[in-house]
């Protein structure tokens, strides 16, 4: 008996020998387990310490990222970026060599949106992540530089910026804000030295307008102002890097606004007292701008007016206000 019990003793410590050294091949630098971030796009730094590691790989909601890596050297620090999907992401990195797996780790990462109301709260237990904390750029220096000088206000080429290395997939949309084209990143990003750099002013305005100062006049007399425009908050509809939607909008202009207004998504607010069926919001082009799909900002203006309704033209009479688009 003292034998089986001495050999089962021995195999689970033999057992958790090799789990332990399985995990230290691979260890995750950023970001950290059970976190939250707001941006779709994560970059993931590892470090390897197995010389004869080839290749990582990342498994993310089902799509695989692989990265080869140069052999030779004790310790490698391996640096690649995959794309989140809103709410629980479980992502599993494993290293391998020649020979197959010899590292593995699993990631929880939450993607908060703000737009997406069954995704706006992270799991209890779940901090927000921020990587530019000097404690986590120390592992980069050796490769990266960490620290902007005056000259990247206005790089040359946007591939000298320092932040362009890691986030030039935020230049891939199909529309892109000038500044991250030209690697301007510093013209909306502030450098903020011993703590979390990078951040923007509040309220968002204040940094848009220096740029926007066309749109700041022609709203700044209305009488009625969108919420997100009244407290200065741009982000909350445009994505201040880039879009696959003009203007920077993160998702169809309709879909964007039934976010919060989701009672108007039948169209009855609009013509129920003529044919009880409902305007459409979607599907046409826009009759105004015939280079947009047609949306709600079809006839109202999504960031200030004189109406309470902030519709794009006075509705005094209505049979004039339709034939704007309708002529009958």
Same mark, same amino acid.
């Given at each position: ?8 003793v021995?195999a689970?410590c033999?057992?958790f ?5 399985h995990?230290?091949t691979l260890?995750?630098?950023?970001p950290?387990?059970?976190?939250f ?7 993931i ?5 197995? !010389?004869?590691?080839? =290749?990582?790989?990342?498994v /993310?909601? #089902? +799509?695989?990222?692989?990265k080869?890596?140069a052999?030779?050297? *004790?310790?490698?620090?391996v ?7 809103n709410?629980?992401?479980r ?7 020649d ?5 593995k ?5 939450y ?7 069954p995704?706006?709260?992270p799991?209890?237990g779940?901090?927000?992540?921020y990587?530019?904390?000097p404690?986590?750029?120390?592992a ?22 320092p932040c362009y290395q890691?986030h ?14 030209? !690697?301007?990143?510093? =013209?909306c990003?502030e450098? /903020?030295? #011993? +703590?979390?750099k990078y951040?923007t002013?509040?309220?968002?305005q *204040? ?7 066309t749109q ?6 209305k ?12 982000s909350?509809?445009?994505d201040?890097h880039?879009s696959d939607w ?9 879909d964007?606004c ?6 108007k998504?039948s169209g009855?607010?609009?013509?129920a007292g ?6 459409p919001?979607?599907g046409?082009?826009?009759?105004l ?5 047609f949306s ?7 960031h200030?007016?004189?109406t309470q309704s902030?519709l794009?033209?006075e509705?005094?009479n209505? =049979?004039?206000y ?5 002529k009958?």
């Amino acid at each position: 008996m003292n034998k089986l019990i001495s050999s089962i003793v021995t195999a689970t410590c033999l057992f958790f020998m090799a789990g332990s050294l399985h995990a230290a091949t691979l260890r995750v630098l950023s970001p950290a387990n059970n976190s939250f971030v707001e941006h779709e796009l994560l970059n993931i730094v590892l470090s390897l310490q197995d !010389g004869n590691a080839t =290749s990582v790989k990342a498994v /993310v909601n #089902g +799509k695989a990222y692989t990265k080869a890596v140069a052999e030779g050297g *004790s310790s490698k620090i391996v640096c690649f970026g995959v794309t989140l999907v809103n709410g629980s992401n479980r992502i599993v990195i494993t290293a391998a060599n020649d020979s197959g797996e010899i590292g593995k780790s699993i990631l929880s990462i939450y993607l908060r949106s703000r737009l997406s109301k069954p995704h706006q709260q992270p799991p209890a237990g779940f901090q927000r992540y921020y990587f530019h904390l000097p404690a986590n750029e120390g592992a980069c220096a050796p490769c990266h530089r960490m620290e902007p000088h005056l000259n990247d206000l206005h790089p040359a080429k946007p591939e000298e910026s320092p932040c362009y290395q890691c986030h030039k997939r935020k230049d891939n949309s199909a529309y892109k804000h000038r500044p991250v084209s030209a !690697g301007a990143c510093f =013209s909306c990003h502030e450098v /903020v030295t #011993g +703590k979390r750099k990078y951040t923007t002013p509040k309220p968002e305005q *204040s940094i848009c307008f220096l740029c926007h100062s066309t749109q700041q006049k022609r709203w700044k007399n209305k009488k009625v102002h969108h919420g997100p425009t009244a407290v200065g908050n741009c982000s909350v509809c445009h994505d201040p890097h880039g879009s696959d939607w003009p203007s920077f909008i993160y998702m169809h202009p309709t879909d964007l606004c039934l976010n919060c207004h989701n009672d108007k998504k039948s169209g009855l607010h609009v013509i129920a007292g003529f044919f009880a069926k409902g305007h459409p919001v979607r599907g046409d082009k826009n009759p105004l701008k015939p280079d947009r799909p047609f949306s709600c900002a079809g006839c109202h203006n999504p960031h200030a007016g004189d109406t309470q309704s902030l519709l794009n033209k006075e509705r005094g009479n209505n =049979s004039a206000y339709c034939q704007t688009c309708h002529k009958l």
